[in-house]
C-alpha cells in the first residue's frame, strides 16, 4: 500500500517538475509578449470612429473578464461618436428638405 503511495507521489513531483519546466521554456503560447501591467491594448482615434475601430478594440484581460473602466470608456466614446453623427443626418436631412422647398 505505501508503495503505490509513493509511486502516486513520485508520478505527481515528475509532472509538476516538467510543467513547470515546460512553461518556462515555451513561455504562455503568445506571439507578443504580455503587457505591463496597468497597460491598456485599448485604443480608438481621437475622431471619425470606423466599424473596422470598433472591430479592433482589445481589452485588458482581468482577474473576473475585461477590465470594466475600458469598456465603459469605449462604450461612451462611440455613444458619443454615434450620438453626433445622427444629429449630422438629421441636420442634413432638414437643410435638404429646405432646399427641395425653395
Not at 12 to 18: E, G
Not at 61 to 66: A, D, H, I, S
Request: net charge negative; proline share 5%; hydrophobic share 50%.
Amino acid at each position: 500500500m505505501t508503495t503505490a503511495l509513493i509511486y502516486l507521489v513520485v508520478m505527481v513531483l515528475v509532472a509538476a517538475v516538467v510543467f513547470l519546466l515546460a512553461s518556462v521554456v515555451f513561455g504562455r503560447g503568445e506571439e507578443l509578449p504580455a503587457l505591463p501591467p496597468g497597460a491598456s491594448p485599448t485604443r480608438l482615434p481621437a475622431e471619425g470612429i470606423t466599424a473596422d475601430d470598433v472591430r479592433d478594440v482589445r481589452f485588458q484581460l482581468v482577474l473576473r473578464g475585461y477590465k470594466m473602466s475600458e469598456v465603459d470608456w469605449v462604450l461612451r466614446r462611440v455613444g458619443t461618436e454615434l450620438a453626433d453623427l445622427r444629429a449630422e443626418v438629421t441636420d442634413l436631412r432638414s437643410r435638404l428638405a429646405e432646399a427641395e422647398i425653395r
